[in-house]
DNA sequence: TAGTATGATGTAAGCGCTTTCATTTGTAAC
DNA sequence: GTTACAAATGAAAGCGCTTACATCATACTA
């Protein structure tokens, strides 16, 4: 591999200049970046990343730490933030997290030792105040899908509570009364979000929020059959489930009908997310689409503008979900 | 952040000593080796990976390129990959080739300048004749569902044929004979192979493929839903679709419904990949098992190996794929 | 006791770039 | 032809580490 050192050479100009035609950073005569971009040429001389980043103290690189890297929902983020890194040079590491405090720990410091420029993080297990003296280590980090006040201005989130809301809403408006609804692990913000929105829509058309409607899974698939189990049993008058997420929402078709209903005329299913296989279900889902896409490349926007200076569209951090209808609603 | 250098002042000993501790390739004494320990955890030392990766020509990271970021068959792949190294240390990069030509020579390019060790390469669009170069120029790369024979020794396979020929052969032993094919792109490699199954399993049965049997899809949902619309129309005797992948597969589910076709009564449909959301179908999608998650790990230990001189289990390049019944195919 | 092998540690030269500062060159004003 | 100034280029010092080689202490052999 030629180094910098033969290009110089062979043009006939000192190292400083060539690296000034690489960078971009200074003027340099038209005529001498001929030579020295002809000299490249001849050498098919490519930069070496490395020493760029340790003379420069940048690596280009963007640290990346999600739950899980299958699953339709990460899947379509991260092809989102890899896209946009790309197309500006810029690449990305991305490690797994699992929802493990440790483990997202462990990924985070991993990233670091990386040299990354930035992180983006869609972290659950750890605390906020973790993430605060992150920033105050002066690690530079956006956070999608989770609000933490102090870092307000890279938080880049959906309004969960309003997916909630309008989940139940279109439920309510086609005359369930009796509704139940299985939510993710409460612990984690979006699913309490979600939760509290449900709640708002039942108060708004009058009905009395029930513990008995409520089944606590963990947004697995096997979570969502064992809640309609459970929920359709002990509540054979339920006409309608919310389910917290579009998996769980697949679980519980399955479980509805292996306890004989059929679907949708005897029990409407609602989901979440609007993964991309939500429309492989039968009847097609009901869900509530949330922009994982825009977040993602929102995400990207906001470090490729802060950490490298790059001037961007503007800017915005709260998203908005909406409702996408399909076939597996139907009036009560 | 700490450097080896204070560490090193310190510990009151050399750099040499410190990086050697780093690196455990050197015997050191226990006692300085304590020293050096507690040097840096007082300091908090964390090694910049930037600078050993200059100074021993290794970048401890892999470089992978698959069609799509997003996708359950990818995403599954990439975790287990990901899962691989990370244990050993190491860390990935990752492109998206999205077979095309170019992006995929990109990427390959990309990923070399950001000086991975190895690259793991799920490409469709490049010549045998790019990859065989590559090698030449002393690249280290392993290749996933495709097989060259130059490079055989580094290619991780699946056995396409016998997953066509077992999918094909299961529909056939519950009694069909009129049964339409849904292929994939017939320049793709697999595609290819799993149709040679299909037609060798209806000659093992007697039965003279046709043509007009066949509809050559792109593996999207969509072209499945297009296969299926479009062979039910013209050959209404039809009972049984076998789709190169699932997601044809469930697209075809879709498109039969609307053709008036109950499932899986009236049409027997079978998958092919097994991908995570195959048992969210209605009725769950009897498919053939690509075992993804298996042969990325794979590909990781055959770089462990072979670049990182790390020993590992038995080596298999080979894999099988299996029937895995679900309900989605009925006796005729 | 001298001689030699062995293990532990130190010295210093890079790895391929970026960047500060100094120098040279070119241009315009006088 | 000088001088003054700006633009272009060069020289060289790092960035934080690895590693070949040199050195030194120690233990063992004869």
Redesign the pocket.
């Given at each position: 591999?030629a180094?910098?050192?033969e290009v110089?050479k062979l043009a006939?100009?000192?190292?400083?200049?060539?690296?000034?035609v690489?960078?971009k950073?200074?003027?340099?005569?038209e005529?001498?970046?001929l030579k020295v971009l002809a000299a490249m040429e001849q050498l098919g001389?490519?930069?070496?990343s490395v020493?760029?980043s340790?003379?420069?103290?940048?690596s280009n690189s963007i640290g990346i730490v999600v739950p899980e890297l299958n699953g339709p929902f990460f899947g379509t983020l991260l092809s989102d933030i890899e896209n946009q890194f790309r197309q500006a040079g810029k690449h990305v590491i991305i490690a797994a997290g699992h929802s493990d405090e440790k483990l997202e720990q462990e990924s985070i410091s991993f990233l670091q030792s990386r040299n990354c420029d930035a992180l983006i993080l869609h972290v659950e297990a750890v605390s906020d105040d973790y993430l605060v003296e992150l920033m105050q280590k002066k690690v530079r980090f956006v956070l999608i899908n989770r609000f933490v006040a102090p870092l307000y201005d890279r938080c880049i989130t959906l309004n969960n509570q309003h997916g909630g809301y309008l989940a139940t809403r279109h439920i309510l408006e086609h005359g369930h009364t009796h509704i139940g609804y299985i939510s993710g692990p409460m612990w984690k913000h979006d699913a309490d979000q979600r939760y509290k929105g449900h709640v708002r829509a039942l108060t708004e058309f009058g009905i009395e929020p029930s513990e008995q409607l409520v089944y606590e899974g963990d947004y697995h698939e096997s979570s969502g059959a064992a809640g309609a189990q459970v929920l359709l049993q002990s509540n054979p008058s339920i006409t309608a489930l919310v389910c917290a997420n579009d998996e769980m929402a697949a679980g519980a078709m399955t479980a509805a009908r292996e306890a004989g209903r059929t679907l949708p005329d005897d029990l409407s299913i609602m989901g979440f997310d609007n993964v991309n296989f939500s429309h492989y279900t039968f009847p097609k889902l009901t869900t509530i689409d949330y922009p994982v896409g825009g977040m993602g490349e929102m995400a990207a926007q906001l470090i490729l503008k802060c950490v490298y200076q790059q001037s961007v569209d503007t800017i915005q951090t709260v998203f908005e979900p909406r409702l996408v209808e399909r076939d597996s609603i139907k009036n009560v």
């Open positions: 591999m180094t910098i050192y110089s006939g100009v000192s190292l400083a200049t060539v690296s000034r690489l960078n950073n200074t003027p340099v005569k005529e001498t970046r001389y490519q930069p070496n020493a760029q340790l003379a420069s103290n940048r």
